[in-house]
Nanobody, 119 residues
């Protein structure tokens, strides 16, 4: 069955950088739309960034120009480079996948999450 496993979370000072990764099994990262979401305590889950099969990307306004989503097809991994981190970026970050390759709003697979804390 499909598994998505995130890593790379941790604590960083404001202005610093983190790189999140999501390794997929039983699922080919390059073939489908994937995304990163986040949820802070007491807040709704927020879509952070998506990337389609063809490499088209979307970003939440709050992270545009600071975060970059990418795929490493050789490693079957989805990445999120977080630069110029802000305290409001603190949240649990989740990797998600779907069976579509232009992106839709139907996310089928989720990772267990990785915590990011910016202070």
């Amino acid at each position: 069955h499909v598994q998505l496993v995130e890593s790379g979370g941790g604590s960083v000072q404001a202005g610093g950088s983190l790189r999140l990764s999501c390794v997929a099994s039983a699922y080919t990262v390059r073939s489908y739309c994937m995304g990163w979401f986040r949820q802070a305590p007491g807040k709704e889950r927020e879509e952070v960034a998506t990337i389609s099969r063809d490499g088209e990307t979307t970003y939440a306004d709050s992270v545009k120009g600071r975060f970059t989503i990418s795929k490493d097809n050789a490693q079957n991994t989805l990445n999120l480079q977080m630069n110029s981190a802000k305290p409001e970026d603190s949240a649990m970050y989740y990797c998600a996948g779907q069976w579509s390759y232009p992106c839709t709003n139907e996310w089928t697979f989720w990772g267990q999450g990785t915590q990011v804390t910016v202070s």
